[in-house]
């Protein structure tokens, strides 16, 4: 069956064969988070490099990349089925690129599909404060900020595909973030 | 009244709390004990209460549903001032703050 693709497709496309590459391996959820913010911190510190000659575009960088950066792993290790994680990065035309690939079973593929839907009908400020207030009248539900405070705080570009294999949906997440204009290079 | 745990801490001191370190727990379950613990403060009867973040250097989007649900949990008490400090040296802080302002209008928002 063809890939379901959301969100701006020819990012989706983008290769990131030059970029740095890494693989979690599958672990007990605590192990998981904890991975995941080790995994982020150290993404921001290989990538921000380039924009060390100055500090405030270096701060910059770093924080840009480390938020969306764990933001996209913490999702993957919350809602993957049992497999591994993989991570691509790289800074391509002046925007830091993340793409997360992972497994999800179906009741998840078309729970997170549904939201996407909606995604496409308002803008992601409006559906960020709804959401919030949500969140304060229902407690027990997840906080589902993740993906709206990128899209609404950091203007972040993202595609969504999911592909049917046998016994699972293989989702992949790309995310693209503009970087500050100097860089060292 | 302190919660902490190896990347944070959280205190408050009369009307003011402060944040300090990372923030990056696992979920609204997580946070609980910190949303009841700083919840009680603004039930004291106080004036107006402060959340000072100037420390907190990185929060997750968890964290920053915790920071919205105070603000909604502030708003109910119509005539509690709440005044959040916060700085431009945490980049996170001028991007996602304003949204409280946006929850709640009469919140001061100052960031330094």
């Known amino acids: 069956m063809a890939p379901k693709i959301f969100g701006i497709e020819s ?3 983008i290769s990131l064969d030059s970029g740095a590459r890494l693989t979690l391996r599958d672990g007990p959820l605590q192990l998981g988070w904890k991975h995941s913010g080790m995994t982020s911190d150290f993404i921001a510190e290989i990538m921000a490099l380039p924009y060390s000659r100055s500090r405030k575009d270096y701060l910059q960088a770093h924080h840009d990349i ?16 049992p497999g591994e994680i993989l991570i691509e990065a790289g800074i391509i035309d002046g925007s830091f690129l993340l793409r997360v690939k992972n497994a999800v079973d179906s009741a998840t593929a078309s729970r997170f599909q549904q939201l996407l839907h909606r995604l496409q009908s308002k803008e992601p400020g409006v559906l960020l404060l709804e959401q919030i207030e ?30 049917n294999n046998d016994e699972h949906i293989a989702l992949t997440t790309t995310a693209a973030v503009a970087m500050p204009p100097s860089s060292n290079r | 009244m302190e919660i902490s745990d190896e990347n944070f801490r959280v205190w408050a001191e009369k009307n003011e709390v402060y944040f300090d370190g990372v923030f990056r727990l696992a979920g609204p379950d997580a946070y609980a004990p910190i ?6 403060l603004l039930h004291e009867g106080h004036k107006q209460v402060t959340f000072d973040l100037t420390g907190l250097e990185f929060l997750n989007s968890s964290g920053i549903n915790l920071l919205a649900k105070l603000t909604i949990e502030a708003r109910k008490m119509g005539d509690l001032l709440l005044i959040v400090k916060g700085t431009h040296q945490h980049p996170w802080q001028a991007k996602s703050l304003p949204n409280l ?12």
């Open chain 1, 11 to 13: 990012l989706a496309e």
């Open chain 1, 66 to 81: 480390g938020y969306l950066s764990n933001e996209l792993i913490e999702n993957a290790v919350k809602f993957r089925q």
């Open chain 1, 134 to 163: 949500i969140n304060a009248i229902s407690p027990e539900s997840g906080s589902g900020l993740g993906l709206l405070t990128l899209l609404s705080d950091y203007d972040a570009r993202m595609a969504w595909t999911f592909e």
């Open chain 2, 35 to 40: 949303y009841s613990l700083i919840t009680g």
């Open chain 2, 101 to 112: 302002k946006k929850l709640h209008p009469l919140l001061e928002l100052r960031l330094a």
